[in-house]
């Protein structure tokens, strides 16, 4: 059994991730160059994260025996996503020491309880509705107009459990089917400027590492280009740090989290989401800054002293999708400039994410143009 009443951990101890995709792979990586040993649970045999940590037990999320097997053969525990079941991660902290708890697990499950959060805080949201049939969202329509979006509140990830409401020609036969599967929850589509995330990591002291406001831009819904420092203003800036500051104590942060921001035409700041885990958007941090989000999130579950982040360059990073990984494999050889990431799936899908690509550089104008203009991603 893991030391349950440490509140620190030192090299040699042994580290759990529940979880074995890309995420999983790179806290791995970065816990064993700092000494620790890892052991994954995740269901497919030689997952990202396995490749590259000491043992893994194969088992879906919800093995309670599995999970408690993995608990007390090691000292911490973490998660890679926040889809795992808050009440058995209660149950399972009277085997090992599981620093991050489950409030900020319960709360962002839940876009309706994520919201509700937000908005008993007074952080910025944009107007929303509970809809639970559908007389509740004609009702919610009729109240928040055209464009609308109507989500499912559980469950949804990159564009998934989410229909556009853009006018009275909607599909209403999705929007049936959408409602029928769950309980969703519509919100306002604002006129959008941009959108915009922060990444920051905590230890069990309220020490945070905030890392440089992230710029995110997307297509079909999934993360195309990530680059730092984002182009908006100090204002927006200096908003967006507060918040993120103020939602991590008020989550009592530890390990890594990341908020999602939506940056209005009027230059509005909305809290969009709340990932309470390492993000797609920070890996721009392993290159360019002196820790990555991945570093900070091993340091905060192990209750090391948090550092100042410093970013040495400006960086751009272009998510590889199943479509683009080969094209860009067989274009490394012209270009000296990619740090290249493969995250070694054993499936390559259409619209997957299989890898990514950081470049470090003093200009991210002309970097973002040549990489729009390259026929990789034009699938």
Known sequence: MGNVLSKYHLPGETIGIIGGGQLGQMMSSTAKEKGYKVIILDPTSDCPAAQVSDEQIIAEYDDFDSLKELAEKCDVLTYEFENVDAETIEEIKKYTDVPQGTRALTITQNRRSEKDFLMENEFPVVANIIVRNEDDFLKALNQLGYPS??????????????????????????????????????????VLKKEVSVVISSNSKDQH???????????????????????????????????????????????????????????????????????????????????????????????????????????????????????????????????????????????????????????????????????????
Not at 176 to 190: A, D
Not at 274 to 298: K, M, V, W, Y
């Open 149 to 190: 979006i109507l989500k499912t509140v559980e469950g949804g990830y990159d564009g998934k459990g989410q229909i556009l409401i853009q006018d009275d020609e909607y599909d209403k036969e999705l929007v049936h089917q959408l409602i029928k599967s769950s309980i969703c929850i519509l919100e306002s589509k604002i």
């Open 209 to 379: 590492s905030v890392f440089p406001i992230i710029e995110n831009e997307h297509r079909n819904n999934i993360l195309h280009i990530s680059n730092c420092p984002a182009r908006v203003s100090e204002e927006i800036k200096t908003q967006a740090y507060e918040i993120s500051r103020s939602i991590a104590k008020k989550l009592s942060l530890v390990g890594t989290m990341c908020i999602e921001f939506f940056v209005s035409e009027n230059n509005e700041l909305f809290v969009n989401e709340i990932a309470p885990r390492p993000h797609n958007s920070g890996h721009l941090t392993i290159e360019s800054c002196n820790i990555s989000q991945f570093d900070a999130h091993i340091r905060g579950i192990c209750g090391w002293k948090m550092p100042q982040v410093k970013q040495f360059s400006p960086a751009i990073m272009v998510n590889l999708l199943g479509q683009h990984l080969n094209k860009s494999k067989n274009k490394l050889i012209e270009h000296s400039d990619w740090n290249f990431h493969d995250y070694g799936k054993y499936q390559c899908k259409l619209d997957r994410k299989m890898g990514h690509i950081t470049i470090l550089t003093d200009d991210i104008d002309n970097e973002i143009l040549k990489l729009k203009n390259n026929p990789i991603w034009n699938d």
